[in-house]
Structures are given as C-alpha cells and as structure tokens.
C-alpha cells in the first residue's frame, strides 16, 4: 500500500520568506508526527497530531513555526520568515491508533539561502 | 528529559564480519524502543519495536536485543546491502514523541 508522502522533495527558499512543507500520512492513520533532521544527527521532534489536534507542540523551536492538520488526515508545516538555521530535513511520520511503530515519508529538504 | 546515546558513532565491516552496534538510554517510563534503517537521502524504515527487558526479535541478518538500559542491533555474516544509518529511539510512557540517538553509520565493504 501508498507510505507516507511528503511534497515538495526540496525546497529552497531565501531568509525571510515564508513556506509551507505538506505531509500526506499512511491512510487510516491517527497520529502523524513531524521532525527535523540535521546532516549527521538524528531526527528531532517538532510536533505530533493525534486526529485533528496537537497533541504535543513542545518541540516548536519559536513561534515562527506552526502545524495544522485540519481534517485529520493531510499536515502542513508552516515556517514564516524563514532563516538560514532552518535548513535542513523535515520528516513527517505516521501510525495507527493504538500502535506505537512510526512509519517515516522521504522527508523534504529544506534549504535556505 | 530522555536521553539516547548510540556507539559507535561509524563502524566499517568486511563482509561476514559479525559485531554489534550500541543504543545506551535513558528514560523515565519506557513504552518501547525502535530500531530504524536509513539510507542516504531517504526516510528512516522501521525495523523492530522492543518493549520490555529480555525481548528478543529477528530479522534476516539482524537481531535487536533490550536490557534495562540499553539495546544492542547485532549484525551476522553482513553484506554490503547492510550498509546504512541504524537509528534507535525511545518512546516514553508520558508522551507522545519518540527521542533519537544519532545513528551508527555502518560500512560493509565486499
């Protein structure tokens, strides 16, 4: 079956301009998760939706990130006045309710120049 | 706060050499621990979700084991197809967010 997907595949964008990064998670899963990759580190958390809501936003570097999942299905990651240090790869992840295993999308590579 | 440390950092291997690579943890209510694979330029793929002290799960050549403060990924016979990133995480009974090390680079050279 369709794994998580993630679009655009890269994204390159200027310091102060604003993105959005979307996430379209295995079908019938409940709990989608974001996370941000640095070259040679492991993923780090942002946030995780359980249905609709933000279950956890604590790993939210500052304001100027934010997440929706309106329907409780797709995601979108916004970023406003982006800056050099947000470059990097942003993970979506997805599971099923009551199940722990997180299944991970290709993530998008986000570069700001 | 939940601490993940994996050693070593890289490991290069011939091909048939067995070892084991290390995920040190540090957690205050253990849910489970997840061993992942990723591939340069792509998304960790999961691999095994252990729970409790003393499990034990196999696949192919790789056997994740789980003591109460640490895991090992053991490696049998590798091949190159092995090389990778091996990714081990923690979830914790009081959240929802899962807390990685930093990956062991694995190399098997033919």
């Known amino acids: 079956g369709a794994g998580v997907s993630q679009t655009p595949s890269n994204k390159v964008t200027e310091k102060g301009k604003y993105v959005e990064l979307r996430c379209d998670p295995i079908?019938?899963?409940?709990?989608l998760y974001w996370y941000r990759q640095s070259l040679g580190q492991g993923p780090e958390f942002l946030i995780y939706f359980q249905g609709t809501g933000a279950a956890d936003d604590s790993g939210l570097p500052n304001d100027r990130f934010f997440a929706v999942r309106p329907e409780g299905s797709v995601s979108t990651l916004k970023i406003q006045r982006t800056e050099r240090g947000d470059s990097a790869v942003y993970l979506c992840?997805?599971?099923?309710?009551?199940?722990?295993?997180?299944?991970f999308g290709p993530g998008t590579r986000l570069t700001v120049l | 706060e939940d601490q993940v440390t994996q050693s070593p950092e890289a490991l290069r291997l011939q091909e048939g050499e067995s070892s084991s690579l290390n995920c040190s943890y540090t957690v205050s209510g253990l849910r489970g621990l997840f061993w992942y694979r990723q591939d340069p330029g792509k998304g960790p793929e999961f691999l095994f979700t252990?729970?409790?002290a003393g499990e034990e799960k196999e696949k192919e050549r790789l056997k994740a084991t789980l003591t109460k403060k640490e895991s090992f990924l053991h490696i049998t016979a590798p091949k190159p197809e092995d090389s990778a990133t091996y990714l081990c995480a923690v979830l914790n009974t009081n959240a929802g967010k899962s807390t990685f090390g930093d990956g062991t680079t694995l190399t098997v050279k033919p």
């Open positions: 992840a997805s599971s099923s309710r009551g199940a722990h295993t997180q299944y």
């Open positions: 079908s019938g899963h409940t709990a």
């Open positions: 252990l729970y409790s």
